[in-house]
């Protein structure tokens, strides 16, 4: 079964600074997405950035960018110059190829980002 | 961009009474809709896919008859906690992909609290 990982529970980042949260998975497929989403206080998903695992390109969103290493499964997110509002959890998620009209989403355990100021 | 609505948003009911949870698209149409429940501090959890037209397909260990979903047209899913407890006590999430290539567009979610 595909799972995802999240090995950092808690990160913390001071304003205006980098900060990089990891992210794993495991699947024998080859053709998937990745998926960064920002759950705030407000509990509302956000998504952040997605990656198709067939582009070698890394997606990038303004801050926002990943590290995608398809052989190694690896999904990291890297915010850039952090500020007060990303402070978030951050769930990391694998959706399952597309097989008879439907497909699941899998999420990571999370990870909570502070953001000091 | 795509919108999907969850109402009610916050919910306090009795032992033992039912609860329903609505989620709607509404600006696309969504054939599938995804409903997680989420414990505080922790990840989601996926309780079942949501077919339009067809039964929806529940993960192992969710009990079918006490959460009971309806996938009646293309704007609208119901989740319906049946006989609640206090440990249905939680956070209820809808979701729905736009389209196949869409990532999932998450309702507000819903705070049941079951006294």
């Known amino acids: 079964a595909q799972t995802v990982t999240q090995s950092q529970p808690e990160m913390s980042v001071q304003e205006a600074e980098t900060v990089t949260l990891s992210c794993t998975y495991d699947?024998?497929?080859?053709?998937?997405?990745l998926f960064w989403y920002k759950q705030p206080p407000s509990r509302q998903m956000i998504l952040v950035i997605r990656?198709?695992?067939?582009?070698?390109q890394n997606a990038t969103e303004n801050r926002f960018s990943v590290n995608f290493q398809k052989a190694a499964k690896s999904f990291s997110l890297k915010i850039s110059d952090s500020q007060l509002g990303d402070a978030a959890m951050y769930f990391c998620?694998?959706?399952?190829?597309?097989?008879?009209?439907?497909?699941?989403?899998?999420f990571g355990t999370g990870t909570r980002l502070k953001v000091l100021a | 961009g795509a919108v999907v609505s969850q109402h009610p948003s916050r919910v306090i009911c009795k032992s033992g009474t039912s609860v329903k949870i609505e989620c709607r698209s509404l600006?696309?149409?969504?054939?599938?809709m995804f409903w997680y429940r989420q414990f505080p501090k922790q990840s989601l959890m996926l309780m079942a896919t949501?077919?339009?037209?067809?039964?929806?397909?529940?993960e192992q260990g969710v009990e079918k008859d006490k959460f009971l979903i309806n996938h009646a047209s293309l704007t609208l899913s119901t989740l319906t906690v049946t006989s609640a407890h206090p440990e249905d006590s939680s956070f209820y999430i809808c979701?729905?992909?736009?389209?196949?290539?869409?990532?999932?567009?998450f309702g507000n979610g819903t705070r049941l609290t079951v006294t």
């Open positions: 979701s729905a992909p736009q389209g196949y290539n869409s990532p999932l567009h």
């Open positions: 699947t024998s497929e080859s053709d998937y997405y």
């Open positions: 990656q198709e695992a067939y582009k070698q």
């Open positions: 998620a694998y959706r399952e190829p597309f097989a008879s009209g439907t497909y699941k989403y899998i």
């Open positions: 600006d696309f149409q969504a054939t599938t």
């Open positions: 949501s077919n339009e037209g067809s039964k929806a397909t529940y």
